[in-house]
């Protein structure tokens, strides 16, 4: 099984970008989908959750408004729309997919906003 982010990149404050996580090795359309983000000294927090079966979506308060998630099951792929980025938004954003125990983690993808 693996979970493969990317998008990831360096871009001014106020501008864009849309992460992509790739699953292989799995039923992907079973697996709930949760971006979580971690910045240097700070502990990894939830940004973005998508449903499996519902394709309800929550959001951290701080990025909604601002961030949109999306999947794709016959892609086998969730994204992560980032709009009106922040400094404060800099970190590496990691994908998670996760089914009754199964829980499955990305490698981590580096967002740098900055000017």
């Known amino acids: 099984v693996q979970v493969v982010e990317s998008g990831g990149g360096l871009v001014q404050p106020g501008g864009s970008l849309r992460l992509s996580c790739a699953g292989s090795?799995?039923?992907?359309?079973?697996?709930?989908m949760n971006w979580y983000r971690q910045a240097p000294g700070k502990e990894r927090e939830l940004v973005a959750t998508?449903?499996?079966?519902?394709?309800?979506?929550n959001y951290a308060d701080s990025v909604k408004g601002r961030f949109t998630i999306s999947r794709d099951n016959a892609k086998s792929t969730v994204y992560l729309q980032m709009n009106s980025l922040k400094p404060e938004d800099t970190a590496v954003y990691y994908c998670n997919a996760r089914f009754l125990r199964l829980n499955y983690w990305g490698q981590g993808t580096q967002v740098t906003v900055s000017s």
């Open positions: 998508i449903g499996s079966a519902s394709g309800d979506t």
């Open positions: 090795g799995l039923t992907f359309s079973r697996y709930d």
